[in-house]
């Protein structure tokens, strides 16, 4: 149990210190991938998102999505795959924690109802250790 705790701090200091994730969604029977602003509460992770977005329709249809962050600096630091499943939140706390004035060009604050957030929940996630090590988290 020890070991999953040092790798779930391992990846929670990854996500801490990355802003953006290439984030995959499933369109049809096929991924669909976009750079994403990235925020989390520890292994909780979070995207904002624009309610009339495609990315918003397809994780309506389905809910399995995948994130990659950490190896766009050469992989300094280790890297890590997610793969979860993610709902569409209208959460008070959760919107107005997140809301940054830089979305004032999309919305017109965190009461928008087009702005909403995405929570992930992870079911499996890969860690790569800055040394190359490989290790695997899975709920």
Not at 35 to 43: A, I, K, P
Not at 68 to 77: R, T, V
Request: charged share 30%.
């Amino acid at each position: 149990m020890e070991a999953r705790i040092v790798m779930e701090q391992n990846i929670v200091k990854i996500l801490d210190h990355h802003e953006f994730c290439a984030f995959a969604t499933v369109e049809g029977n096929r991924p669909k991938q976009r750079y994403m602003m990235l925020y989390n509460r520890g292994l909780s992770i979070y995207l904002v998102a624009d309610r009339k977005t495609h990315k918003v329709e397809e994780l309506e249809d389905n809910p399995h999505v995948s994130l990659l962050f950490g190896y766009e600096n050469g992989s300094a630091g280790g890297w890590a795959e997610i793969e979860g499943t993610c709902s569409i939140t209208d959460n008070r706390e959760l919107r107005e924690h997140f809301w940054k004035p830089e979305f004032k060009d999309k919305f017109t604050g965190p009461d928008d109802p087009d702005y909403v957030v995405l929570k992930i929940i992870p079911v499996r996630i890969i860690h790569v250790s800055e040394g190359g090590e490989r290790h695997e988290w899975i709920e």
